[in-house]
């Protein structure tokens, strides 16, 4: 067993640390502040190559391991939640798609600009009333001659309303199936075509300098080419989407569990009370050592699960795991981290009050802590 | 325009330092190594002259294969290639040992000029840059914060800042240049980059193959001994100049630097 990581994934975890604490630490407060995405970071962060991660070099991706991509996303995570969030879901659940259905004339048209981060893609699954019931998606995609006709609603789609947000994958009712259920496809929707509005959601607790929309559907028509890889393979796609997409959620688990651990073990070390450091005080001292141990329990499952994954084997269970297992010991080293930093950690001049915030998406997105659950029980032969 | 930037690692300066049993080294166990931030100075600033006007940036390391990592990032901000100069013999060796192996390899390479910082900051000595120049017998340029190439490439112009005012130079090349904090903005080591550089040559030299005497290197072959490391002191705790007044607090701030401080 060789637990180590190679020369070129420590290069890459440095040099992403370094990058986000120089160019989003300084920021991340004030755009979580204002509820604002910022066109700035996000040029920035496709300069240093964080987009198309896992993407062959022939379609203008970096060509890296799952492994690298995940660190990559975690040492984001580790500074703001918000710009790993745009990170992840563009790659993940953006370019993912595309890449792993699209035929050769759908890759070469969109993903260059994907990988190099002057565009952003939406993926649009959730809606109002199909949130962990996915496949009960009421968006539907009628073939009119060579056209689709698309109609309904998404909500929750991250990265859709950027100004340069080029479409979204809409997974939509196109049919029904011999054995009467209905039949899913995945549809391809670029921005300005007519019926199809994105609307950028506001108010959010977490996540706030990311960009989540709302999309709407009116009589939409693009062409019959459009459709992501065979007719009725949708809802097998957006599943598989997310068994890639959970690891990248395990990834903002474990780089947020990083963050508040780093910042509570400084702060609790600086900080005195009687006298002394409060990390000399055993009651402290033990949160520290068991945010520790969790953080390298969660790394462990998590890189596990992208190690079956870039040698093609199973992973949905592990990444059902890591995904679980990260976003519940960030919970318990965000509630640990604003507990150390007491009356200070509740004031926004904190980051560990952002991370408290930030956290409770990871139980939620992509598939809840519940889903999760049903996941392995169903993997483990219990349900 | 060839260049060549002289690289050392070092602890990353977030590291806490703790002093070996022996009391004259550090304990290395839990160290994370970086490039010297003065090197990497060097390495930006031979980058920005090779998109100018071309040519190769080389990068030279010493030290134990750990060093590998900090001259793979130097590679991956975009140099061409690599070369570690590693040997058992050289452990223990002092700045003069290690300019002397540098100068070695450097008689080998093609190079207009040559970075290094202008001292890595484990040992603060400073020596190695010029102790090179010297050794190979062109001008060096030390504590340089602007460089300006020659349109022909074939002079340079540095500025070295001197008690707020500021030193401009020019030189012939070939020159060594040691770099100074405010010379530029290191860029970061890219995904892309990260990539090319697995492809990128990285040679090993031992001593043996430098043509050079394992007895003029190591512990044994040292000019300065070191005798003893200690911690810095503890910081003393500060102390509040009591007064009712401005002209209160500042006769009795003055009395405190006298009496106390005895800094006049």
Redesign the interface.
């Known amino acids: 067993m060789d637990f180590s990581l190679s ?2 994934q ?3 975890r ?2 992403v640390r ?2 986000a604490e120089k160019e989003i630490r300084p920021v991340a407060r004030e755009l979580d502040e204002k509820e604002e995405f910022s066109h700035e970071t996000m040029q920035k962060m496709a ?4 987009f198309g ?1 896992f993407v062959s ?1 022939k379609y203008g991706g ?3 391991d799952y492994v ?1 991509y995940i660190i ?1 996303t975690e040492e984001i995570a580790r500074v703001d939640g918000s710009h790993a969030a745009t990170v992840a879901a563009a790659n993940s659940l953006g370019v993912g798609p595309l890449y792993y259905f699209g035929n050769e004339e759908q890759k070469v048209k969109y993903l260059p600009k994907l990988c190099s981060g002057e565009a952003l893609w939406g993926f649009g699954l959730t809606e109002p009333n199909a949130g962990s019931d996915a496949g009960n998606s009421k968006t539907t995609g009628v073939l009119e001659k060579d056209q689709w006709v698309v109609n309904g609603s998404k909500i929750f789609i991250t990265n859709a309303s950027t100004r340069i947000t080029t479409g979204v994958t809409a997974l939509c009712r196109t049919g029904t199936r011999e054995d009467g259920r209905p039949e899913l496809s995945c549809i391809l929707i670029e921005m300005g075509t007519p019926g199809f509005e994105a609307r950028e959601m506001h108010g959010k607790l977490m996540w706030r300098a990311s960009n989540t929309s709302e999309l709407y559907f009116d009589d939409c028509r693009v062409p019959q080419e459009n459709l992501l890889g065979p007719r009725g393979n949708g809802f097998h796609q957006m599943m598989q989407t997310l068994d890639g997409g959970r690891l990248s959620i395990g990834a903002m688990g474990l780089g947020g569990a990083q963050g508040c651990f780093d910042l509570s073990l400084q702060y609790s070390r600086e900080r005195e009370q009687f006298g002394k450091p409060i990390s000399n005080f055993q009651v402290n001292a033990f949160k520290l050592a068991d945010m520790a141990l969790e953080i390298e329990c969660a790394r462990l499952i998590l890189y596990k699960a992208c190690w079956l994954r870039d040698n093609e084997k199973p992973f949905s269970k592990e990444a059902a795991m890591a995904k679980l297992h990260c976003s519940e010991v960030m919970y318990r080293c965000a509630n640990h981290a604003v507990q150390l930093h007491g009356g200070y950690g509740l004031m926004k001049e904190y980051d560990v009050e952002r991370f408290y915030r930030d956290q409770k998406l990871l139980e939620i997105g992509e598939g809840t802590s519940e889903v999760q659950r049903i996941v392995i029980s169903r993997l483990i032969g219990a349900l | 325009m060839n260049i060549v930037v002289c690289l050392k690692q070092v602890p990353d300066t977030e590291t806490q330092i703790k002093i070996g049993p022996d009391n004259k080294s550090i304990v290395t166990d839990d160290i994370k190594w ?1 490039i010297n931030p003065y090197d990497e100075f060097g390495v930006e600033e031979a980058l920005q002259l090779k998109e100018k006007f071309g040519g190769e940036v080389t990068v030279v390391g010493m030290g134990p294969k750990r060093v ?2 900090s001259i ?2 130097a590679l ?1 901000m975009g140099a061409d290639k690599g070369i570690l100069i590693t040997d058992d013999a050289l452990e223990g060796s002092d700045s003069l040992a290690t300019a002397k192996a540098l100068a070695a390899v450097l008689k080998d390479l093609e190079y207009d000029l040559i970075f290094t910082g202008q001292r890595g900051v484990d040992d603060d000595m400073g020596v190695v840059g010029p102790a090179l120049a010297e050794l190979l017998g062109i001008p060096n340029l030390s504590l340089i914060v602007k460089v300006e190439a020659a349109e022909d490439g074939k002079s340079v112009k540095v500025n070295r800042p001197v008690e707020g005012e500021t030193l401009v130079i020019e030189s012939s090349l070939p020159a060594l240049i040691t770099a100074q904090k405010g010379l530029n903005e290191p860029r ?8 090319k ?2 492809k990128k040559p990285l040679e090993e030299k031992t001593l043996g193959d430098l043509g050079l005497d394992a007895a003029q290197f190591g512990e044994g072959a040292r000019k300065l001994k070191i005798l003893e490391m200690t911690p810095p002191p503890e910081r003393a705790a500060g102390k509040i100049v009591e007064g009712e007044t401005p002209q209160e607090k500042a006769a009795e701030l003055a009395k405190l630097l006298h009496e106390e401080a005895k800094v006049f």
């Open positions: 020369m070129e420590e290069i890459l440095n040099s370094d990058f300069e240093l190559g964080l991660m070099e970096q060509g890296m690298s990559a | 970086v590998t990592e793979r990032t991956a970061y080591a890219s995904l892309p980059g990260i990539m550089a697995k």
